[in-house]
């Protein structure tokens, strides 16, 4: 019985360029929304977007180690992170 389930659990086996390409479409979409979130004027539903993506642009620029776009992404982080503690804050 017992051979029979573990022969039944599927695992998810994603190759590095898989997750890597995963990670900055999830990004793109991100950043698309905030440009429509923006152009609806929905603040700050825009920032936390931007935030999203950013942070899995971040990953990604982690895993491939390309610091200009590390840079960037942590930069652009500080930045929405100061506009959601105006909002909130």
């Known amino acids: 019985m017992l051979k029979l389930f573990t022969k039944s659990v599927r695992v998810f086996n994603f190759t590095h360029t898989q ?13 698309l929304c905030m440009y429509t979130l923006m152009s609806l004027n929905m603040y700050p539903h825009n920032i936390i977007a931007g935030v999203l ?37």
Request: aromatic share 12%; proline share 2%; glycine share 10%.
């Open 19 to 31: 997750i890597d390409n995963t990670l900055q479409w999830a990004g793109t979409a991100c950043f």
């Open 53 to 89: 993506g950013a942070a899995l642009y971040l990953t990604w620029s982690l895993r491939v180690r390309n610091w200009p776009q590390t840079v960037t992404n942590v930069v652009s982080i500080a930045i929405c992170g100061a506009g959601l503690l105006k909002a909130f804050g």
